[in-house]
């Protein structure tokens, strides 16, 4: 079966507060089985458009990462997060099928 990803673009205009938002988030995945692939880390906008901070977080499926953002505890968190940043998520089926 195919995991679930979160997929995050995040520019961070107060980082104090931030960073209650972002700590309150490992109870938070860990109840869904989450766990960061990448968290900020160095980068290089090759095309597009981008953002200071990429994160990347797994799930074991899509169906366990939509009902993580659904749930009732990350839905509480955003209304912490919205004043310190700006972010375009998306949730995503990874792939499960051959490679090259």
Not at 51 to 56: A, D, P, Y
Not at 72 to 80: C, F, G, L, R
Not at 90 to 96: K, L
Request: hydrophobic share 40%; with cysteine; glycine share 10%.
């Amino acid at each position: 079966m195919a995991k679930g990803y979160w997929i995050a673009r995040v520019d961070v205009s107060n980082e104090p507060g931030f960073a209650i938002y972002a700590s309150a988030n490992a109870a938070i995945f860990k109840k869904f089985g989450g766990r960061y692939v990448v968290r900020g880390g160095k980068f290089e906008g090759m095309e597009g458009s981008s953002r200071s901070r990429n994160v990347v977080v797994e799930f074991p499926d899509y169906a366990t990462a939509l009902a993580c953002y659904r749930s009732p505890d990350y839905q509480a968190n955003i209304k912490v997060r919205l004043p310190h940043c700006t972010v375009d998520l998306i949730v995503i089926e990874g792939y499960d099928g051959p490679q090259p």
